[in-house]
């Protein structure tokens, strides 16, 4: 794909016709640039519309369908454990630790897509799709009747953060963009396309339109990491701020299923300086969750 947005403003990009996983991608091409005393700058993205063996959060599998969705990595720069002693280049973390990338991602993410269905709805003089994160890494779509129900909708992003040895990070994104709704791959999933966002009349990205289509949104996408990322360094605040806006977990009572197959019912209440939900139980007290699932309760 020529993708000559997003390669006029990102440092290098890298597309595959086919990789078993972005990520895994990305931090072999680091890893070796590394070794070749060149390293890959901040900013860097390999990309392709056809993962075939991708990993998701909890070890579950992450594919894309060819021509139809996108798995992104993006390499960031200056965060993490030795941060401090000036490892990569690009912002320094500050006071947000790496537990934030996710929803930095998620924050980028929203931001590209949520005008599309604004752009929807205006159209056919009707309310706009909210969309949203659920806690701790997806991206969902509603209505309002998904809203009033307490439902988080379908799932349009899944985000996956890796630490790299050197301090750097790698945010990986498996976006569908236009997977019809007869081929979703749950009741749960949905695209783009599927959910009624303005998508230009694209059906592929084999297609002139699809081509352009995923070109925009990964422009958008890359274009706000890079924005939150400087963002964090200097204002941490906002993107706490930010974070919880777009959580559709906030505020909501939760089921979590932790490690172990302990399971926890309570009202989900802020993030926790390190990014962990923190929930109310309704005996007392509270619970800071930093792995397991969230299933919401009406």
Known sequence: MELSRTRAQQPRVEWRDASPSTNAELRELAAEADRAGSPLPHGTVLLTDN???????????????????????????????????????????????????????????????????????????????????????????????????????????????ELLPDGSAIIGMGMNLLIPEWELPTDRATSLLAAGADVGGAESFGDPLGAELADRVVTAVTAEISRL???????????????????????TEVRVHLPGDEIVDGRARKLADDGALVVDLPTGGTLSVNAGDVQHLR
């Open 229 to 251: 990322t400087e963002l964090a360094a200097r204002e941490p605040e906002a993107i706490r701020i930010r974070a919880a806006r777009h959580s559709l977990t906030l505020g």
């Open 51 to 161: 993962q075939t063996a991708g990993r998701g959060r909890l070890t579950r599998g992450w594919a894309t369908p060819p021509g139809q969705a996108l798995a992104v990595s993006v390499l960031v720069r200056g965060y993490g454990r030795d941060a401090a002693n000036g490892a990569g280049t690009g912002p320094e973390w500050g006071e947000l630790g790496p537990g934030w990338l996710p929803f930095i991602a998620g924050s980028a993410v929203n931001a590209a897509f949520q005008p599309l269905f604004s752009a929807a709805a205006a159209r056919d003089e009707a309310e706009p799709m909210r969309v949203g994160m659920k806690w701790p890494n997806d991206i969902h779509v509603r209505d309002e009747e998904d809203a009033v129900a307490g439902r988080t909708g379908k799932k349009l992003c899944g985000i996956l953060c």
